[in-house]
């Protein structure tokens, strides 16, 4: 049998497959030479080699038969399992998973809670026109256990103005949310500042949209709190100049207090805090001390000017009732509480030391009662040997003050920041939430369900939208074609795959998970090294580092590496990796641009050993570098770091030895603005690239045999491509048989197009592979013998995320 193997780097794949008489004969489904695949002979080209593409089916892939053994690749039938004679055109468009969904594309900002006994409301600052200057207000239910009930998320209020820093209670009906309008990022009001409320039924539906106003005072307003008692809803906010305020809501929406009682004068620093032992409610405050007053349902002030808790400042107090006694809980110089008697005494004057040490950020205190306890989360930074992180901890206080958890119960833990946590209890439990992210990353809110100071569950996004699916790679593994990308389903972007049968069954609807490695795993490439696909990525975390990993999947589709193969390298890596990845049959090698432009180069053999190999001659060195095996020994191509910037090609032998010290050229004028793509072709390789000259941007091909000649020298045209963005190219080939797809500016949006590439130089034949409305970038091709092929791509989402996709096409 014969193999194609993918490979490329972060824009581009390539495949390249040996093309002797035997291989031929294999890919019809005999083998006259009687070799298995990934034998001795592989490396001569008398053998099939393994790589991104397994194709034909009958011949032996990996040694003694069929991949798996007993025969023809998936099972003891010799026949082809690719051969189609039907498979002539495209077939319709597959969905590699089921829906997915993961963070949103834009900053979610200043999560709210709150909780009606059985689910939660989450409310959330977003933008999603993707005009930063506008922020809107969305809203979603979370269940129990943290599932996200409404995927597509409630507006509550949107304008031209901003919405910021809401607040969520439960008035035995609905929800209530407030929120300030016409505020900044974390509250600061202009003039215009009013506090809004709008009710949400339990089953999601706004009944106020845009909100009620419930102060429009000639001074500024912000950081609304809202806590219910029975049918009233009791409002506090702080009016800038003029202290506290607070209304009342009736049941339906009305204001019951008009602009507001004012509770206490002078200069406010950030939110009050509300609770509500179920009869009045007692509201706190810093002014450079703590304070408290309790008012009543018919809006009484029974403590003006409020009476102090703690002295010596505090941030943002937080407040709760235990069924006995209200909890205030801060900030200072550590995370304190005190109890607060409803008759408004206060019975810790010195407070209660929940947290002792340094906090990651001053607000970032919240407190609820549990049923049993109450619970406090708070964050604070990882230990030294993660300087750059930071933590969200928890704990339990009994109603006596005893702290239950002293070192806190881990939260979460990792992100560079946590901010504006949430925390909202129901009768089966407590739910968190938070920002994480900024940097070079959008803010995004995620939330874990807590059972008692302990998370039920790893966090996971909660303010979501389709989860975003980009960099496709696909290979074909004897069985079945594997597709892999980077998904944004997970805290941080994973690596995920689907296998695709021959026949376009897909096995694995909800994705096999690759790798979901703490820093960001991105732009794979995946190949077949003769007895299993070797998927290699990019890892990088928010700071610049760069790592390479590799994992390995069964042809059964058994992730078989627990823990990612770290790939060894001379240099380090910044976010921008030219990579590529092809195999021999016995492993795979992998291409790795170094910051000097040296080329190195990685073995990894099929037990998923690692080994770094010598780096390219010192007259060697480029960008886009692109990598395939044509059967006796290994093509590598780059862009040249001169002001030509021509496609260079070396050829490199199967032990890592550069068999061409200068390297040769393979291009004609223009300079290469892709990576090449190669595939075999006879006993040398095909390669298709993409470059720029006074013509505009083509596509062209030329042949490169064993001995490194170049036919025809230069390259012939391709294709034309349309418009400004980059084709790049990906082109397999299954003996005689090449086919080459790339991306095309189809007029509004970009499609994905196709050609057969004839032996000899002949003319090629192009078509449309995927070419409806909307985005369609970044395709990948791969073959199951002559008369199949697969390419994978993205579609572009309402939700302005992308969608990996795949098409069948057979031999035109």
């Given at each position: 049998m014969?193999s ?5 780097n972060?824009r581009a794949?390539?495949?390249l497959?040996?093309?002797t008489?035997?291989?031929l004969a294999?890919?019809?489904g ?8 990934g034998?001795?002979s592989a ?16 011949g ?6 069929a991949v798996?053994g ?5 099972g003891g039938d ?6 189609d ?10 969905d590699?998973s ?14 709210a809670l709150g909780?009606?006994?059985t689910n939660y ?11 930063d200057g506008?922020r809107?207000?969305?809203?979603a ?5 943290g599932?996200v009930i ?13 919405e910021?820093v ?5 008035d035995?009906t ?5 929120w300030a309008?016409d505020?900044?990022f974390?509250?600061?009001?202009n003039a215009?500042?009013?506090i809004?409320?709008a009710r949400i ?8 949209p845009g909100g009620?106003?419930?102060s ?12 219910s ?17 607070f ?12 602009g ?5 004068s002078?200069?406010?620093n ?7 032992d179920?009869e009045g409610a007692?509201?706190?405050?810093e002014d450079?001390d703590?304070?408290?007053a309790?008012?009543?349902t018919?809006?009484?002030?029974l403590?003006?000017?409020g ?10 107090p937080?407040?709760?009732f235990d069924?006995?006694r209200?909890?205030i ?11 607060v008697?409803t ?6 004057p010195?407070g209660i030391s929940?947290h002792?040490g340094?906090t990651a950020?001053l607000?970032n ?12 989360l708070?964050?604070t930074p990882?230990?030294?040997e ?9 704990t ?6 005893d702290?239950?958890d002293?070192d806190?119960?881990l ?5 560079p920041?946590y901010h504006?946590v ?8 407590a739910?968190a939430?938070w ?9 995004d809110v995620?939330?874990?369900?807590l059972?008692g100071?302990?998370p039920?569950?790893l966090?996971a996004p909660?303010a979501v939208?389709p989860?975003?699916?980009s960099a496709?790679t696909v290979?074909?593994?004897g ?6 990308w980077s998904d944004s389903?997970?805290?941080t ?9 021959p ?14 490695t ?12 003769g007895?299993?696909?070797v ?5 990088f975390?928010?700071c610049?580092?760069t790592?390479l990993?590799?994992?390995r999947l069964s042809?059964?589709?058994v992730l078989l ?8 390298l001379r240099?380090?890596l910044?976010?921008e990796?030219d990579m590529a990845?092809a195999s021999?049959?016995?492993g795979v ?7 000097l432009g040296?080329?190195?180069?990685v073995r990894v053999?099929?037990?998923?050993d690692?080994?770094?190999l010598?780096a ?9 570098v692109?990598?395939g095996w044509?059967?006796?020994s ?9 002001e030509e ?14 068999l061409d010290?200068?390297g040769?050229r393979?291009?004609?004028e ?6 090449a793509a190669?595939?075999p072709?006879?006993?040398?390789s095909?390669?298709v690239?993409?470059?720029m000259?006074?013509?505009g941007?083509g ?8 001995d490194?000649t ?5 390259g ?6 349309a418009?400004a963005?980059?084709g ?9 048989r090449?086919?080459a ?10 499609d994905?197009?196709g ?10 034949e192009?078509?449309a592979?995927s070419a409806?409305p909307?985005r369609e970038a970044s395709?990948?091709v791969?073959t199951c013998?002559?008369?199949?092929a ?19 096409f057979g031999?035109?």
């Open positions: 014969s194609l193997f993918a490979s490329g972060h794949s390539i495949a497959l040996c093309g008489a035997a291989l294999a890919c019809a005999t083998d006259p030479g009687g070799d298995a695949a034998g001795d490396a001569s080209g008398s053998g099939a080699v393994g790589g991104g593409d397994a194709v034909g089916g009958g032996a892939v990996g040694g003694g038969g798996g007993g025969g023809a690749a998936g010799a026949a082809d399992p690719c051969h004679p039907s498979a002539h055109t495209v077939s319709s468009e597959l590699l089921l829906p997915a969904y993961g963070p949103r594309p834009d900053d979610e900002l200043t999560p909780s009606d006994g409301l989450l409310v959330w600052v977003d933008s999603p026109s993707g005009d506008v809107d207000l969305l809203a239910r979370v269940a129990p256990d599932a409404d995927t597509e998320p409630l507006v509550v209020g949107a304008g031209p103005g901003d910021g809401p607040a969520v209670t439960f035995g609905n929800y209530v949310v407030v309008d505020t900044g974390y509250g600061p009001p215009l500042s009013d809004r409320a039924s339990p089953d999601g539906v706004v009944l106020d009620v106003v419930v429009s005072a000639e001074q500024p307003d912000s950081w609304p709190i809202a806590v008692i029975g049918a009233t809803t009791v409002v506090a906010w702080a009016a800038e100049g003029d202290g506290i305020r209304a009342r809501l009736s049941l339906s929406g009305e204001v019951l207090d008009p507001g009682v004012p509770v206490g002078g200069p406010v950030g939110r009050p805090a509300l609770a509500t179920g007692l509201i706190a405050w450079g703590v304070r408290a309790r008012v009543t018919g809006g009484a002030v403590d003006p000017g009476v102090p808790v703690a002295t010596g400042g505090g941030w943002q937080v407040a709760a069924g006995e209200y909890w809980v801060w900030n200072g110089d550590a995370v304190r509480a005190a109890r008697t008759d408004g005494a206060v019975l810790d010195e929940v002792e340094p950020e607000d205190v919240v407190a609820a009662f549990d049923g049993e306890d109450l619970l406090v708070w964050t990882h230990p030294i993660r300087a750059n992180a930071v933590d969200v901890r928890a339990r206080v009994s109603r006596a003050g702290v239950l002293p806190g119960a939260v979460a833990s990792g992100s920041t504006e949430a925390l909202a209890a129901g009768p089966g439990g739910f939430a920002m994480q992210g900024g940097l070079s990353a959008p803010w995620f939330g874990v369900a059972h100071a302990t039920g569950a966090p909660v939208a989860a975003d699916q496709p290979a074909f593994d069985r079945s074609y594997v597709a892999a389903r997970t805290v972007r994973s690596i995920r795959a689907s296998r695709v049968s026949s376009g069954a897909l096995l694995d609807p909800a994705g096999i998970l690759i790798a979901d703490p820093w960001s795993d991105v732009q794979p490439l995946a190949a077949f090294d007895q299993n696909t998927i290699v990525w990019e890892a975390d928010c610049g580092a790592a990993h590799a994992a042809p059964e589709g590496d627990a823990a990612p193969i770290a790939l060894p240099t380090n910044d976010f990796v990845l021999d049959g016995h090698l992998v291409a790795v641009v170094d910051e040296e080329i190195e180069l053999d099929q037990a998923g690692a080994e770094l010598p390219s001659p010192a007259g060697i060195t480029g960008r886009r692109a990598l044509s059967g006796a290994y093509l590598v191509t780059w862009a040249a770091l001169d910037g021509a496609l260079r090609g070396a050829r490199v032998s199967q032990s890592g030895e550069w010290a200068a040769f393979i291009s004609g223009g300079a290469v603005v892709a990576p190669l595939a072709r006879g006993a040398g095909l390669v690239w993409e470059a000259d006074a013509d941007v596509l062209y091909r030329a042949e490169v045999g064993a490194g170049v036919s025809p020298p230069g012939a045209l391709l294709a034309a491509v418009g963005a980059a790049e190219p990906s082109v397999a080939s299954s003996g005689a090449a086919v797809v790339w991306q095309d500016d189809g007029g509004a949006d970009l994905v197009r050609a057969e590439l004839p032996s000899g130089g002949a003319a090629s192009v078509f592979v409806e909307g395709p990948r791969s013998g002559p008369s199949s697969f390419v994978t791509y993205t579609r572009s989402t309402s939700a302005r995320t992308s969608d990996v996709r795949g098409r069948l031999q035109r």
